[in-house]
């Protein structure tokens, strides 16, 4: 493991996304983005993407330089065209469009179809939390994501479909919670693949649908599954992630016929709530404190533990991280500036 600045880190990033054709403030967005989920212990969709986003753009299936294009729109809700450009960007736009909306109503719906990869969700929910709003998400992977077995079945028909939702409060980080339906997220398949390590038991199935913690065998032909995450709660969840963020928005539900099929498709259906619209915001600035200090005061199961709040984790990884640095596996570094020296940047200006 190394550590790295995340602003060091930023900034070869951002060359890396310039070196791929992205406008320089398109390629800070991304980058700033991906480091972030680092930044936070989201591994998975920080860093470790890079160059699989570089691929996609390289085969045309991200574009560079794409803003999002309104379809339409009808009281407060609107549908929005990401046409295969940049999830950061896109995401950044719609959730830009939502806050206004919000502002503006009291309540706004945005849905996306057709975005490249959105990232970390919880990112989204962030954003609406800091101009003081309730919002929730939820996502489908529309191509590329078909990973995740139904409950009771044994191949990928589904997508790992995050949820996410964020509430601000008076004193104090956000509340937000950001979870894949799927048991566990495919970045950290690859992570665990890179690191060498097991998968977690009860998580992945193999191409003939037996249960295994070799990350391996998920890339093998034929390829495994992941399980989703609760049995058929999970399940149930990332079905309604489908139907909301992909048969609504017009982004396609998961379907291999799909015409998006051959590509990695995020469409989202995201939602937010100004308090002052419903019971006021003293009324849920008071609220919110008594059930986040109720809720932190049940006694530990363990000793020593206690109980997190959604979101607390990723605000001391933060901290930690922000004054410690970004810790980075070697498989993940050689990725890296393999990915920036092909695109003829020299790591060592960013990093001595
Ligand atoms: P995870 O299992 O680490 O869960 C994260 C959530 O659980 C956070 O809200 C966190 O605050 C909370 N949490 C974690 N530990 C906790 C504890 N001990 N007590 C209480 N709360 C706790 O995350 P995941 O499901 O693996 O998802 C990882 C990331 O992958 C997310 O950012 C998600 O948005 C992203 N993702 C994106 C896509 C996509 O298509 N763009 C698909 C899947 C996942």
Redesign the pocket.
Known sequence: MMKCDASALSAMIAQIFESAGSQSAEAAIIADHLVE?NLVG?E??GVVRVHKYVDWREAGEVIPNRHAELVSERGAVALLDGRFGY?QVIGLEAMQLLADRTRAQGFGAVAIRNSG??????AWAEMLAADGFVSVHF?N?SGY?ILVAPHGGSDRRL????V?AGAPRPNGPPI?????T?T?????IQVARNQGKHLPENAVLDGRGAATTDPETFYADPPGAIFPFGGHKGSGLSFFCEILAGCLTGGFASNPEAPTANRLV?NMLSIAFDPESLAGQSFFDEDMSRLTEWTKASPPIVPGGG????????AKVRAERTANGIPIDAESWEQLVGTARRLGIDPSVYFK
């Not at 990869?117 to 919880?122: A, D, K, N, Q, T």
């Not at 937000?176 to 894949?180: E, F, P």
């Open positions: 989920s989201h998975s969709h999830g990869h959105l990232g970390r969700i919880g996502v992977t994501g997508s790992a479909n995050p996410a937000v919670l950001d979870v894949a799927s566990i997220a495919e970045g950290k995020n109980v997190l709040l959604p979101g607390e984790i990723e």
